[in-house]
């Protein structure tokens, strides 16, 4: 029986009936692991033994009438940046190769909660700094569309593992975009929650105020399945946020009337592919069919995001990464003479050189007499992009536009040139500066290669974009499709 | 040579008495084996997140109340960045810019002279580890680094540069002490390193308004290494002033065993710290209502128990000053009192004897074994006439060498008063027929010499006659 491409939500129906078993969902998935991740890579570390002990554990307590949580028994990867106890988790940095966490984050006890089968640990650029997955210090992970071409980064692994079937959900972490762009470029639902929904305990940080855990599933549905795992307030994050969550599930009606979309232009003007930009207004009349009112709008400070997003984010990762210092764990250089030099060849060898170059702009940014004009400066214009996004959603109920400006590259075609590398983040930065919740749902495809629809909402409303990228879903099939691998 | 001042300003670090640490459950306690009050957290792994204890920030607000602080209504965490391998970020959580508390002050007093110190800022911090090296630092092979410290809560607190010399330096520092121990949010203990002073120092000619060039102090770790490392640094910049030369703005350290300051880095080597706001941490709003509960719960302080004790005790101001200068000491005080109601004497037994004691004996008040009750008990015994205030000293002495009961060691040394009339009679018969050229001079009218003779009879009763009795029956024998 063909498995790898059913959903988590069609596979606990078949659990809960007793026509197939998690441990035969999990084997399934390693067997399809097995027969694709020579090409894809999409996997640093497998963990095959607990996975199939905890699937084990679910199946009986099924057998024993338990009342299984909707994702109980359902395999998950998880981006390689989240601690996981007694699992190695290196970053896909070299000065983390050999780290095993003595402790879980908080969303891994919550996938442990919800018994979920969690597979292994994916590949993602070192942490989490860059758009391919080429920075991984081990391997470039492949689209699953055309493996000479990039997932997207940084959570490629994780996005090019829900694409080809070698999971059935993944998480991943977006600080500026990741889990959007690569979900967008390996056509997958990729969400990032509001700052503070989901906890980030345990996951390592790249840039704090930015960074936010998320769900990858193949439709909204299981999207909003994991989200509903995964989020709620945590003691233990003091930016966690205490709200009252609702199931998002039970919201995926399909009723979008009357809902207010607004498109700003500053998304879908200049440097967006004319490619991608029909597949935005197919969607776009998709979604009026559905009775949404969508116009026109602007967020006239979206071309400062990307300058903004790259002194604060390198600002606080320069701060954030200095603990990688060979003292107490982590990679140490062989050839250290005294602690001064301990740190500067163990930094210099184990970190990879787009992380260096973060660390040398955040490190310059922060510096006494560059603060002010700098990260200072960066802050202030930060208000301003959110102030951009409070207004628009003082008039629509969401905001719509391309998640890239183009459809996947080819590995290789921008990892010298960071600036064209930077520029593929263009539409998902602000999202993260304004700290809202924006989704990446497949909306078509582009030269054979899959485009993202982003729909960005309101500060916790992650209902509202769920519920009109289910309607969209439910009205096209472009969830339907799958690379040939 | 032209008359200069000094300028001294200190920054006090203090740990705060909480039982964990500033952000995560380990303990804080003191003492216990290398990394055995660690976690994930204070450790710094990768992915932890730091939570702030409330007790930290209510302990903070408490200090800076008690230092007559404003407390700041918005307050954050910063990140102060350098690398230190005892320091597992290698970033410091502080505060910056929005500090909790600012703007408040203390009183002290330096030979009968009031002045007013002022405070700059009270904030809130996490302590480093603690480096263990084969010898020394230079020559070690390697070094350990033991992480109990890491994130024990610190306040620290600047001062103004208002100290005028070193003697103005170690009273604010002392009453600083007092302060915070009165409040009870730490134990203020130097040599633990729960008081720790860095000190700020520059010399001006008498009368300048303008500041001179400033040194940084470090590594004092008693009073009297604070004291003896600014007199000797306030010599030196004198010194170089003096020989026409510039002071060199930079960070030296006190040598305890030369008795020197030296160069430790320049102010070219000194850190960029890069503070930046902590994103880990949501900025702290504070609540008046909660201020005012903090404050409603801080005891009596220092300056108005004196007042207390010199009001409603009667005590001369000086007497009160000391006592009151630490809480244990003014609570043992208050204890005698309340047992044996003559507050002047009980000040003078405790300022004299016992603290000539402690400090010969480097002693603080809980090391003294003498109870309230038994330095009460003792001067009862005098009262009564039992044993004679000299004899009192002796056995004073024993108590507070042994902690036993007065009563006991008066009996078991034989120490009781004689007061039997005929008893002593015989002895002063005895010492008048002994000492027949002093009964001559005392006729004569050299009265000095009675005291001669009362001395022998104290002599040959082994100090336990009762010496108002020998003077009365001396005198009134000599004289008929």
């Given at each position: 029986m063909?498995?790898?491409?059913?959903t988590?939500?069609?596979?606990?129906?078949?659990?809960?009936?007793?026509?197939?078993?998690?441990?035969?969902?999990?084997?399934s998935?390693?067997?399809?692991?097995?027969?694709?991740?020579?090409?894809?890579?999409?996997?640093?570390?497998?963990?095959?033994?607990?996975?199939?002990q905890?699937?084990?554990?679910?199946?009986?307590?099924?057998?024993?009438?338990?009342k299984?949580?909707?994702?109980?028994?359902?395999?998950v990867?998880?981006?390689?940046?989240?601690?996981t106890?007694?699992?190695?988790?290196?970053?896909?940095?070299k000065?983390?190769?050999?780290?095993?966490p003595?402790?879980?984050?908080?969303?891994?006890?919550r996938?442990?909660?919800?018994?979920?089968?969690i597979?292994?640990?994916?590949?993602?650029?070192e942490?989490?700094?860059?758009?391919?997955?080429?920075n991984?210090?081990?391997?470039?992970?492949s689209?699953?569309?055309?493996?000479?071409?990039?997932?997207?980064?940084?959570?490629?692994?994780?996005?090019?593992?829900v694409?080809s079937?070698?999971?059935v959900?993944?998480l991943?972490?977006?600080?500026?975009?990741?889990i959007?762009?690569?979900?967008?470029f390996c056509?997958?639902?990729g969400?990032k929650?509001?700052?503070?929904a989901v906890?980030?305990?345990?996951?390592?940080?790249?840039?704090?105020?930015?960074?936010?855990?998320?769900p990858?599933?193949r439709?909204?549905?299981?999207?909003?399945?994991?989200?509903?795992?995964?989020c709620g307030?945590?003691?233990?994050?003091?930016?966690?946020?205490?709200?009252?969550?609702?199931?998002?599930?039970t919201?995926?009606?399909g009723?979008?009337?009357g809902?207010?979309?607004?498109?700003p232009?500053?998304?879908?003007?200049?440097?967006?592919?004319?490619?991608i930009?029909?597949?935005i207004?197919?969607a776009?009349?998709?979604?009026s069919?559905?009775?949404?009112?969508?116009?026109?709008?602007?967020?006239p400070?979206?071309e400062?995001?990307?300058?903004?997003?790259?002194?604060?984010?390198?600002?606080?990762a320069?701060?954030?990464?200095?603990?990688?210092?060979?003292?107490?764990?982590?990679?140490?250089?062989?050839?250290?003479?005294?602690?001064?030099?301990?740190?500067?060849?163990?930094?210099?060898?184990?970190?990879?050189?787009?992380?260096?170059?973060?660390?040398?702009?955040?490190?310059?940014a922060?510096?006494?007499?560059?603060?002010?004009a700098?990260?200072?400066?960066?802050?202030?214009?930060?208000?301003?992009?959110?102030?951009?996004?409070?207004?628009?959603?003082?008039?629509?109920?969401?905001?719509?536009?391309?998640?890239?400006?183009?459809?996947?590259?080819?590995?290789?075609?921008?990892?010298?040139?960071?600036?064209?590398?930077?520029?593929?983040?263009?539409?998902?930065?602000?999202?993260?500066?304004?700290?809202?919740?924006?989704?990446s749902?497949?909306?078509?495809?582009?030269?054979?290669l899959?485009?993202?629809?982003?729909?960005?909402?309101?500060?916790?409303?992650?209902?509202?974009?769920?519920r009109?990228?289910?309607?969209?879903?439910?009205?096209?099939?472009?969830?339907?499709?799958?690379?040939?691998? | 040579?032209?008359?200069?001042?000094a300028?001294?300003?200190?920054?006090?670090?203090?740990?705060?008495?909480?039982?964990?640490k500033?952000?995560c459950?380990?303990?804080t306690?003191?003492?216990?084996?290398?990394n055995?009050?660690i976690?994930?957290?204070?450790?710094?792994?990768?992915?932890?997140?730091p939570?702030?204890?409330?007790k930290?920030?209510?302990?903070?607000i408490?200090?800076?109340?008690?230092?007559?602080?404003?407390?700041?209504?918005f307050?954050?965490?910063?990140?102060k960045?350098?690398?230190?391998?005892?320091l597992?970020?290698?970033?410091q959580?502080?505060?910056?810019?929005?500090?909790?508390?600012?703007?408040?002050?203390?009183?002290?007093?330096?030979?009968?002279?009031?002045?007013r110190?002022?405070?700059?800022?009270?904030?809130?911090?996490?302590d480093a580890?603690?480096l263990?090296?084969?010898?020394?630092?230079?020559?070690?092979?390697?070094?350990?680094?033991?992480?109990?410290?890491?994130?024990?809560?610190?306040?620290?607190?600047?001062?103004?540069?208002?100290?005028?010399?070193?003697?103005e330096?170690?009273?604010?520092?002392?009453?600083?002490?007092?302060?915070?121990q009165?409040t009870?949010?730490?134990d203020?203990?130097?040599?633990?390193?729960?008081?720790?002073?860095?000190?700020?120092i520059?010399?001006?000619?008498a009368?300048?308004?303008?500041?001179?060039?400033?040194?940084?102090?470090?590594?004092?770790?008693?009073?009297?290494?604070?004291?003896?490392?600014?007199?000797?640094?306030?010599?030196?910049?004198i010194?170089?002033?003096?020989?026409?030369?510039?002071?060199?703005q930079?960070?030296?350290?006190?040598?305890e065993?030369?008795?020197?300051?030296?160069?430790?880095?320049?102010?070219?080597?000194?850190?960029?710290?890069?503070?930046?706001?902590?994103?880990?941490?949501?900025?702290?709003?504070?609540s008046?209502?909660?201020?005012?509960?903090?404050?409603?719960?801080?005891p009596?302080?220092p300056?108005?128990?004196?007042?207390?004790?010199?009001?409603?005790?009667?005590?001369?101001?000086y007497d009160?000053?000391?006592?009151?200068s630490a809480?244990?000491?003014?609570?043992?005080y208050?204890q005698?009192?309340?047992?044996?109601?003559?507050?002047?004497v009980?000040?003078?037994?405790?300022?004299g004897?016992m603290?000539?004691?402690?400090?010969?004996?480097?002693l603080?008040?809980?090391?003294?074994?003498?109870?309230?009750?038994?330095?009460?008990k003792?001067?009862?015994?005098?009262d009564?006439?039992?044993?004679?205030?000299?004899?009192?000293?002796?056995?004073?002495?024993?108590?507070?060498?042994?902690?036993?009961?007065?009563?006991?060691?008066?009996r078991?040394?034989?120490l009781?008063q004689i007061?039997?009339?005929g008893?002593i009679?015989?002895?002063v018969?005895?010492?008048?027929?002994?000492?027949?050229?002093?009964?001559?001079?005392?006729?004569?009218?050299?009265?000095q010499?009675?005291?001669?003779l009362?001395?022998q009879?104290?002599?040959?009763?082994k100090?336990?006659?009762?010496?108002?009795?020998?003077?009365k029956?001396?005198?009134?024998?000599?004289?008929?």
């Amino acid at each position: 029986m063909q498995l790898h491409y059913l959903t988590a939500h069609q596979l606990h129906d078949m659990l809960v009936n007793g026509e197939i078993s998690s441990e035969e969902i999990t084997l399934s998935v390693f067997n399809r692991i097995e027969q694709v991740d020579e090409r894809i890579r999409a996997f640093i570390t497998l963990t095959k033994d607990q996975a199939l002990q905890q699937a084990k554990k679910v199946d009986l307590a099924r057998l024993a009438g338990d009342k299984l949580p909707p994702l109980a028994g359902i395999p998950v990867a998880v981006k390689d940046n989240i601690c996981t106890k007694g699992v190695r988790t290196t970053c896909a940095s070299k000065i983390l190769y050999q780290f095993i966490p003595p402790y879980n984050a908080t969303v891994i006890e919550r996938l442990n909660r919800e018994q979920m089968v969690i597979i292994g640990k994916t590949n993602l650029d070192e942490f989490a700094m860059g758009s391919s997955c080429e920075n991984s210090a081990f391997f470039p992970t492949s689209n699953p569309w055309d493996e000479k071409r990039v997932p997207g980064g940084s959570s490629g692994g994780s996005a090019a593992a829900v694409a080809s079937g070698e999971t059935v959900l993944a998480l991943g972490s977006d600080t500026g975009g990741s889990i959007r762009l690569p979900a967008s470029f390996c056509g997958v639902v990729g969400m990032k929650p509001t700052y503070g929904a989901v906890s980030r305990y345990g996951l390592v940080a790249y840039a704090s105020s930015l960074d936010q855990i998320g769900p990858f599933a193949r439709d909204v549905t299981d999207c909003a399945l994991l989200l509903n795992t995964i989020c709620g307030h945590d003691p233990l994050d003091s930016t966690s946020a205490p709200f009252d969550k609702t199931d998002y599930r039970t919201l995926l009606d399909g009723d979008i009337k009357g809902m207010k979309i607004g498109v700003p232009r500053e998304m879908m003007g200049e440097g967006i592919d004319a490619g991608i930009r029909e597949v935005i207004e197919r969607a776009i009349d998709v979604l009026s069919g559905l009775g949404a009112y969508i116009e026109e709008t602007t967020l006239p400070h979206t071309e400062y995001a990307l300058p903004v997003y790259y002194l604060i984010a390198p600002a606080e990762a320069s701060s954030n990464l200095a603990r990688y210092d060979g003292v107490a764990y982590g990679y140490r250089s062989e050839k250290a003479r005294d602690v001064i030099d301990m740190y500067m060849k163990s930094r210099s060898e184990g970190f990879g050189p787009e992380v260096k170059r973060r660390i040398m702009l955040g490190t310059y940014a922060l510096s006494a007499g560059y603060y002010d004009a700098y990260y200072n400066k960066a802050l202030k214009v930060r208000t301003l992009i959110k102030k951009d996004f409070d207004q628009a959603f003082k008039k629509y109920d969401l905001l719509l536009g391309p998640v890239a400006p183009c459809t996947a590259f080819k590995r290789g075609e921008k990892i010298d040139d960071p600036m064209q590398m930077y520029l593929v983040d263009v539409c998902t930065l602000s999202i993260n500066l304004a700290g809202i919740p924006a989704i990446s749902v497949p909306a078509g495809l582009s030269g054979n290669l899959p485009v993202g629809l982003h729909l960005m909402g309101k500060p916790f409303g992650e209902e509202d974009i769920l519920r009109v990228a289910y309607a969209f879903e439910q009205n096209t099939d472009h969830h339907l499709k799958f690379p040939s691998l | 040579m032209s008359q200069y001042e000094a300028v001294i300003g200190l920054e006090v670090h203090v740990e705060l008495k909480t039982n964990t640490k500033i952000f995560c459950n380990s303990s804080t306690e003191f003492g216990a084996e290398p990394n055995h009050h660690i976690c994930p957290v204070c450790l710094g792994l990768p992915g932890v997140l730091p939570v702030v204890n409330k007790k930290v920030v209510e302990y903070a607000i408490k200090a800076g109340l008690a230092l007559n602080c404003k407390i700041a209504s918005f307050s954050k965490f910063d990140r102060k960045n350098y690398y230190y391998p005892d320091l597992p970020k290698n970033y410091q959580i502080s505060q910056y810019d929005l500090p909790i508390a600012e703007h408040g002050y203390l009183d002290i007093n330096v030979g009968g002279k009031e002045k007013r110190i002022g405070i700059t800022r009270v904030h809130m911090e996490e302590d480093a580890g603690k480096l263990i090296h084969q010898g020394t630092i230079a020559t070690t092979p390697f070094s350990l680094v033991d992480y109990n410290r890491t994130g024990v809560p610190l306040i620290e607190i600047v001062s103004e540069p208002d100290m005028r010399s070193a003697e103005e330096a170690i009273a604010y520092l002392e009453k600083l002490k007092a302060i915070i121990q009165y409040t009870g949010v730490s134990d203020c203990k130097m040599q633990e390193g729960s008081l720790r002073c860095d000190a700020n120092i520059s010399v001006r000619p008498a009368g300048q308004q303008e500041l001179g060039t400033k040194t940084e102090l470090k590594n004092m770790n008693s009073f009297k290494a604070l004291h003896k490392a600014l007199a000797y640094e306030i010599e030196r910049q004198i010194e170089v002033l003096e020989d026409g030369g510039k002071i060199t703005q930079e960070t030296r350290t006190w040598d305890e065993a030369r008795g020197v300051t030296l160069t430790m880095r320049s102010k070219e080597e000194a850190h960029d710290y890069r503070y930046f706001p902590d994103p880990d941490l949501v900025p702290l709003v504070i609540s008046e209502e909660w201020v005012k509960e903090i404050q409603y719960a801080i005891p009596e302080l220092p300056d108005q128990r004196k007042e207390r004790f010199v009001r409603e005790l009667g005590l001369p101001d000086y007497d009160a000053e000391v006592l009151t200068s630490a809480k244990e000491l003014a609570d043992f005080y208050e204890q005698c009192v309340k047992i044996y109601n003559n507050p002047k004497v009980i000040s003078n037994w405790i300022m004299g004897d016992m603290l000539k004691m402690m400090n010969a004996g480097g002693l603080e008040i809980k090391d003294v074994r003498v109870k309230p009750e038994q330095l009460a008990k003792l001067l009862q015994l005098i009262d009564n006439g039992t044993i004679s205030g000299k004899i009192a000293k002796n056995v004073f002495e024993e108590m507070f060498n042994s902690g036993m009961d007065p009563e006991i060691i008066v009996r078991e040394k034989g120490l009781v008063q004689i007061s039997d009339e005929g008893l002593i009679e015989k002895v002063v018969r005895q010492v008048v027929e002994a000492n027949p050229k002093s009964v001559d001079d005392y006729k004569n009218g050299k009265k000095q010499a009675l005291g001669f003779l009362v001395g022998q009879v104290m002599k040959l009763t082994k100090g336990k006659a009762n010496p108002g009795m020998v003077n009365k029956m001396l005198s009134d024998m000599l004289d008929n």
